[in-house]
T-cell receptor, first 116, second 115 residues
């Protein structure tokens, strides 16, 4: 069974500061990893994903994440926070052992607040 | 048109009402999903459809009844709901088969309030 742990349900940063949202996963097989963002009253939008290849993945809006197998982590970073980054962020893992469908397992989410 | 469209965006219903949520995807996908998102709880997978066939029912109460007439449309029929069913209901789609990496494409959700 796979699982996702997001450390910190709420992270607050100042505008211009580094954003670091932590995600650790467990999976019995090499995983696919995702970060989604949810703005208020909206659905989830894919920020970035890791499937194979380069372990440093770049996404939209200046975010990136690094897959570290030895640490079973996939932390999300952005060098300089912007007010528009305020949202809830979800880490998710899917495994490749399924048949025609893969189930995503989501973390509980981290609410990012950006202070002026 | 946006990839995954959900209607209505907001719905208020009494416990004795019957209503339906609708989801339509324009991405050519063959798998569709219903998720429930409640405050302070993780996303809960409710139902999965592959090529119009239900492949997963995650122990959802029978007052929620899904319908998938074709690969582009998904409905969630609601009847005799309880106040604790108030939540954001999210529809998602994905490719089925070997092109599937698990990535889901979400609609904007239907905010349901049960009085």
């Amino acid at each position: 069974a796979q699982s996702v742990t997001q450390l910190g349900s709420h992270v607050s940063v100042s505008e211009g500061a580094l954003v670091l949202l932590r995600c650790n996963y467990s999976s019995s097989v090499p995983p696919y990893l995702f970060w989604y963002v949810q703005y208020p009253n909206q659905g989830l939008q894919l920020l970035l994903k890791y499937t194979t290849g380069a372990t440093l993945v770049k996404g939209i809006n200046g975010f990136e994440a690094e897959f570290k197998k030895s640490e079973t982590s996939f932390h999300l970073t952005k060098p300089s926070a912007h007010m528009s980054d305020a949202a809830e962020y979800f880490c998710a893992v899917s495994d490749r052992s399924g048949g025609s469908n893969y189930k995503l397992t989501f973390g509980k989410g981290t609410l990012l607040t950006v202070n002026p | 048109e946006t990839g995954v469209t959900q209607t209505p965006r907001h719905l208020v219903m009494g416990m004795t009402n019957k209503k339906s949520l609708k989801c339509e995807q324009h991405l050519g996908h063959n798998a569709m999903y219903w998720y429930k998102q409640s405050a302070k709880k993780p996303l809960e997978l409710m139902f999965v459809y592959n090529f119009k066939e239900q492949t997963e029912n995650n122990s959802v109460p029978s007052r929620f009844s899904p319908e998938c007439p074709n690969s582009s449309h998904l409905f969630l029929h609601l009847h005799t709901l309880q106040p604790e069913d108030s939540a954001l209901y999210l529809c998602a789609s994905s490719p089925a088969g070997t092109t599937n990496t698990g990535e889901l494409f979400f609609g904007e959700g239907s905010r349901l309030t049960v009085l």
